[in-house]
C-alpha cells in the first residue's frame, strides 16, 4: 500500500460525503422548544396577520381627502364622532367631515382610510383641528399585509431562530413541525491526549478536539454525544467506533487520519465498513478520511485543531444541513487583501482571516497552533485554479457564525 495519500477535489469529497445522508425523521414539537431545530414543512398562518385593519400610530381615524391643505398656520377642523377602544371593534366610523381618537395598534373604524398623528392635531371639546395633510393609506397597517393565510410565513428547511419563534408565535403555531437533528459521536485518538480537567504531563496535550467538534456540531443544527478519548490501539479503537456507530447517526474521530505508523484509522474503517475518501485536496485537512460503517457516515478528521475546523466547515456542516433540511447560505463579507495571500494550485487553500472595516488580513499560523481559531473572523477560500491573490484584491470571506 502507497505511503502517500492520493488526494481528490473538495466537490468531489463532498458528493460522496452528501451521498450518505440520511434525512433525519419528522417529529412535532412545542414552540417553547424549537430553537435551533430546523422547519420540516412551510408555516402558514391559521388567520391573516392582522386580522383587520390597523393604526400604527396614536391619533385620529380620518378621511384623507378632509385633511387637503392643512398646515400650522391654518388647520382643517374635523369632529369628534368617538374613540376607537383598544381590543374592541369601533363602534362609530368615520364620515367625511368627522374623526375618531384611535390609539396604537387599534382596528381602523369604518369610512376612515387614514390616520393623522396626535402630534398633528389639537382636541378641543367636540373639534379637533388637524396641521399636517395625510395621504391614504398612511399611517394604516392593512389586514393580511404582516402574513396572510394564503402564503407561507417561514419555508420548510429555516433553521428556527428567536425572530422565527416570534412569527411562529403570531402564525398560531404552539406546536411546530420540525426535522430530528442528527446524533454525532465525536471521538478524540492518540496517546499523547488528556481531558481537559488533567494537567498535561511532558509530550501530553488537552484535548481540544472532543469541544470544537462538539460545539461546531451545536451550531450546525446537530447533537453531539462524546464518546471520550481513545488510545491509538486497535482494539480500543474498533470498540470506540463501533459504540459509536450504535449511537450516531454521524460519527467524527480525529487524529490518526493520515499514513503514519499510529494512524489507524482508514484501516479500521476500511475494515469494519468502507473507506471511500483518504486524502482531500484541502489545506490545511489533507488527510481527511470520509467512509461508511453500516450506513452511517464516519468522518476522519485531521487531529491539529485548525485543519480539524477547516474541513467542519468545508465538509461536516453541508452533511449535517442535508440530514436536517437545513437550507442556508454562508455568511460572507467583501473586504480588500491587506497583504498577498500564496496559494498553490489544484489545492483548495482556506486562509483564516481578520475584518475591520473593508480590509481582510490574512491571519497565517503554523498548522499545529489554535490561537488563530481564537483570533480570527472567519475563512478565506481559495479555490483549486487559483494561484493566490495579489494585496488589494477584493475578495469574498466567509465569517464564523454563531448558529
Ligand atoms: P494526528 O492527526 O493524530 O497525527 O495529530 C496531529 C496533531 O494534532 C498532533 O500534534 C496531535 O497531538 C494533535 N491532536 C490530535 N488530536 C488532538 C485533540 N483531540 N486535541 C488537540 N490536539 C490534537
Ligand atoms: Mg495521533
Known amino acids: 500500500m502507497s505511503r502517500f495519500l492520493s488526494v481528490i477535489p ?55 381627502a378632509d385633511t387637503i391643505g392643512a398646515g400650522e398656520s391654518i388647520p382643517v377642523m374635523l369632529s369628534l364622532s368617538g374613540r376607537v377602544e383598544m381590543g374592541d371593534e369601533p363602534s362609530g366610523s368615520v364620515s367625511p367631515g368627522t374623526c375618531m381618537y384611535i390609539p396604537t395598534g387599534a382596528f381602523l373604524p369604518p369610512g376612515a382610510d387614514a390616520v393623522v398623528m396626535v402630534e398633528y392635531s389639537e382636541e378641543m371639546g367636540n373639534d379637533v383641528f388637524i396641521s399636517k395633510p395625510v395621504a391614504v ?18 419555508h420548510a428547511g429555516t433553521r428556527i431562530s428567536s425572530r422565527g ?30 481531558s481537559v480537567s488533567d494537567v498535561p504531563k511532558a509530550g501530553q496535550i488537552r484535548d481540544v478536539n472532543t469541544y470544537l467538534c462538539a460545539g461546531f456540531v451545536e451550531e450546525s443544527g446537530g447533537i453531539p454525544i462524546s464518546i471520550g478519548i481513545v488510545r491509538d490501539d486497535r482494539p480500543a479503537l474498533e470498540d470506540a467506533l463501533f459504540k459509536a456507530v450504535s449511537q450516531a447517526d454521524i460519527v467524527l474521530i480525529s487524529g490518526g487520519s493520515s499514513k503514519g505508523e499510529r494512524d489507524m484509522c482508514a484501516d479500521i474503517i476500511a475494515e469494519k465498513g468502507e473507506l471511500l475518501v483518504h486524502g482531500i485536496a484541502l489545506s490545511p485537512g489533507k488527510p481527511t478520511i470520509i467512509g461508511k460503517i453500516q450506513d452511517k457516515p464516519v468522518i476522519g478528521l485531521p487531529g491539529h485543531p485548525a485543519s480539524a475546523y477547516v474541513v467542519l466547515h468545508a465538509l461536516v456542516r453541508d452533511l449535517i444541513h442535508t440530514m436536517t433540511g437545513e437550507v442556508s447560505q454562508p455568511v460572507r463579507i467583501s ?51 487559483t494561484e493566490g491573490y495579489e494585496k488589494e484584491t477584493r475578495v469574498f470571506a466567509e465569517i464564523w457564525r454563531n448558529s
Open 335 to 385: 473586504g480588500v487583501l491587506t497583504s498577498p495571500v500564496p496559494s498553490a494550485k489544484g489545492r483548495e487553500d482556506y486562509i483564516r482571516i481578520m475584518q475591520s472595516d473593508d480590509n481582510i488580513t490574512p491571519v497565517f499560523g503554523k498548522s499545529g497552533l489554535t490561537n488563530t481559531l481564537a483570533m480570527s473572523d472567519g475563512l478565506l477560500c481559495i479555490p483549486a485554479d
Open 165 to 194: 419563534m416570534g412569527v411562529l408565535a403570531a402564525c398560531g403555531k404552539s406546536e411546530v413541525p420540525v426535522s430530528e437533528k442528527p446524533l454525532v459521536a465525536i471521538i478524540s485518538t492518540g496517546n499523547e491526549i488528556v
Open 137 to 154: 393609506g398612511e399611517n394604516i397597517v392593512f389586514r393580511g399585509e404582516d402574513f396572510s393565510s394564503q402564503k407561507p410565513a417561514l
Open 10 to 64: 473538495v466537490d468531489t469529497a463532498r458528493t460522496i460525503l452528501l451521498g450518505l445522508a440520511r434525512k433525519t425523521a419528522g417529529k412535532t414539537i412545542p414552540l417553547a422548544d424549537s430553537l435551533g431545530y430546523v422547519l420540516s414543512a412551510d408555516i402558514i398562518s391559521d388567520i391573516d396577520i392582522p386580522g383587520f385593519d390597523r393604526s400604527t400610530v396614536d391619533g385620529y381615524a380620518v378621511c384623507a
